[in-house]
């Protein structure tokens, strides 16, 4: 009996689809502040369905893209509403999210984009700052310590000041490290200022290199708002 051959599928992204999915990058953290807000606009029930779309190409329909370009058309046609976002900046402070840690040793966060802020930040020296985040474990202590919050500048050309503290995504990670040169031009080394903490001979949290082209996120950590102890 000769085999029956099942063809193979192959998930067609539509144009439109890749449409939405270079204006999404386009206008992240401009025009909406995360995915829970844009899901919010176009009238989704939850962020994930906007999580879908961009990580997962799941096809979004027409008439939502046709509601997005309606609604961010200023922004797209370059018409920034800068007065907007200077004001509220300026007034409201920067939006903190209050994301989680892994319950495994390496410290990575769910994605900020979707999370809905649970306060702002405001006080003198973080007017530049996009928005502030806590710090989960031990990696970058004493530094950094566990449960602080940090103001963060996103650094959109990637450029590097090496010795600096960066909060960096890059493939499935989220998490705070010193970055410093590499042999490797194309590299980063990825420092744990906590060099105390060992497992057996080694350090729990040794160094390890990052391609510069994989990361997708890149912050500055501006400032450290840490916890009282009382």
Request: charged share 30%.
């Amino acid at each position: 009996m000769d085999d029956i051959l099942k063809p193979n599928k192959v998930k067609t992204v539509r144009p439109e689809t890749l449409e939405f999915i270079i204006l999404y990058n386009q206008l992240r953290g401009r025009a909406f502040a995360n995915n829970l807000e844009l899901a919010e606009a176009l009238g989704f029930n939850n962020a994930s369905s906007i999580t879908e779309i961009i990580k997962s190409r799941q096809n979004i329909d027409p008439e939502k893209l046709k509601i997005f370009k309606e609604k961010y058309r200023d922004h797209l046609s370059g018409k920034k509403n800068t007065d907007r976002q200077v004001s509220l900046r300026n007034e409201d402070g920067i939006p903190m999210y209050e994301i989680t840690a892994t319950a495994s040793g390496v410290e990575v966060y769910n994605d900020i984009n979707d999370s809905r802020p649970v306060g702002r930040m405001n006080f003198p020296g973080i007017e530049e700052c996009d928005f502030a985040l806590p710090v989960w474990g031990h990696s970058m202590y004493p530094y950094l310590e566990n449960g602080c919050w940090v103001a963060l500048k996103v650094i959109s050309d990637k450029k590097i000041l090496p010795g600096e503290v960066y909060y960096i995504e890059w493939g499935d990670y989220r998490m705070y490290k010193r970055l410093l040169l590499s042999d490797d031009p194309e590299e980063v080394i990825a420092h744990s200022d906590n060099t105390t903490e060992m497992i057996g001979n080694r350090l729990k949290y040794a160094p390890f290199p990052i391609r510069i082209d994989e990361i997708k996120k890149l912050c500055l950590v501006k400032d450290i708002h840490k916890k009282h102890n009382h």
